[in-house]
C-alpha cells in the first residue's frame, strides 16, 4: 500500500486544516470578547448580558474545530467530505441572520465566502476519495 499524498490530497488537507484553525480560533475569541465576536460576526449585542448565544456559539464552533481535527488526524476524508457539504447550513443561516441584523456588507459576502470554501472542500475531497476508491 502506497501512503505517499498526492498534491489534491495536500490540498484537502490543508482546506479542512485552515478550516479547523479558523473555527478552533472563533470559538475562543467567542468565549474571550463576546462583544467584539458578534460585532465580527455581524450581529451586534445591544447589552453585554446578551451574550448567551455567544457562548453556546463558541461551544459549537469548538465542537466542530475538535471533530473535524480528529477526522482529519484519522484520514476519513469521506466524512470530512459530507460534514464540509452539510456545513454550508450554518453560513447560509448566519448570513442570512447578518442580513437581517443589518450588518455591513463585508459580513455577509464573508459568510457566503465560507459557503463557496466549504463547497470546494467537499469537491476536493471528493475527488480524493474518489481516486483512493
Given at each position: 500500500?502506497?501512503?505517499?499524498?498526492?498534491?489534491?490530497?495536500?490540498?484537502?488537507?490543508?482546506?479542512?486544516?485552515?478550516m479547523?484553525?479558523?473555527?478552533?480560533?472563533?470559538?475562543?475569541?467567542?468565549?474571550?470578547?463576546?462583544?467584539?465576536?458578534?460585532?465580527?460576526?455581524?450581529?451586534?449585542?445591544?447589552?453585554?448580558?446578551?451574550?448567551?448565544?455567544?457562548?453556546?456559539?463558541?461551544?459549537?464552533?469548538?465542537?466542530?474545530?475538535?471533530?473535524?481535527?480528529?477526522?482529519?488526524?484519522?484520514?476519513?476524508?469521506?466524512?470530512?467530505?459530507?460534514?464540509?457539504?452539510?456545513?454550508?447550513?450554518?453560513?447560509?443561516?448566519?448570513?442570512?441572520?447578518?442580513?437581517?441584523?443589518?450588518?455591513?456588507?463585508?459580513?455577509?459576502?464573508?459568510?457566503?465566502a465560507?459557503?463557496?470554501?466549504?463547497?470546494?472542500?467537499?469537491?476536493?475531497?471528493?475527488?480524493?476519495?474518489?481516486?483512493?476508491?
Amino acid at each position: 500500500m502506497d501512503n505517499k499524498k498526492t498534491k489534491l490530497e495536500i490540498l484537502g488537507i490543508t482546506l479542512v486544516l485552515l478550516m479547523t484553525v479558523l473555527q478552533g480560533f472563533y470559538g475562543l475569541f467567542a468565549y474571550i470578547d463576546p462583544v467584539s465576536f458578534s460585532n465580527v460576526r455581524g450581529t451586534e449585542l445591544f447589552s453585554n448580558l446578551d451574550s448567551d448565544w455567544v457562548n453556546i456559539y463558541g461551544s459549537r464552533t469548538l465542537f466542530i474545530t475538535l471533530t473535524f481535527s480528529f477526522l482529519l488526524y484519522a484520514r476519513h476524508y469521506s466524512i470530512i467530505m459530507w460534514c464540509a457539504l452539510f456545513a454550508t447550513v450554518m453560513p447560509i443561516t448566519d448570513g442570512f441572520l447578518a442580513y437581517q441584523a443589518e450588518a455591513p456588507i463585508k459580513v455577509v459576502f464573508k459568510h457566503i465566502a465560507t459557503i463557496l470554501y466549504l463547497i470546494i472542500t467537499f469537491f476536493v475531497l471528493k475527488t480524493v476519495v474518489n481516486k483512493k476508491a
